[in-house]
Nanobody
Framework: QVQLVESGGGLVQPGGSLRLSCVAS????????MGWYRQAPGKERDLVAG???????NYADSVKGRFTISRDNAKNTVYLQMNSLKPEDTAVYYC????????????WGQGTQVTVSS
């Protein structure tokens, strides 16, 4: 069984920064993709940023230049550095991983709340 556990959410003022972390644990053979999604109240869950095992990244247009995704393959960990935060970044942030055990399957974390408010 595989678990993804997020940490690092919280309350921050506009213009501030937060760093989210997500650790995958369990019977992991490999993780081809890791990403961060977010869901605001009344809205769909959308991709914020993703990264492959080779380091290729993609970002939602709304966060380009402000957020940076990175991963440590040896630790099965993905990070999301969020700078210049805006109130519209407020949402529950979910970690996602496409994990092979060795059969590949999509796993999700429980979510961490990020609130940007003065």
């Amino acid at each position: 069984q595989v678990q993804l556990v997020e940490s690092g959410g919280g309350l921050v003022q506009p213009g501030g920064s937060l760093r989210l972390s997500c650790v995958a644990s369990g019977s992991i053979f490999s993780i081809s993709f890791m990403g961060w999604y977010r869901q605001a109240p009344g809205k769909e869950r959308d991709l914020v940023a993703g990264i492959t095992s080779g380091g290729s990244t993609n970002y939602a247009d709304s966060v380009k230049g402000r957020f940076t995704i990175s991963r440590d393959n040896a630790k099965n960990t993905v990070y999301l550095q969020m700078n210049s935060l805006k109130p519209e970044d407020t949402a529950v942030y979910y970690c996602n991983g496409f994990v092979a055990t060795p059969r590949p399957y999509d796993y999700w974390g429980q979510g961490t709340q990020v609130t940007v408010s003065s």
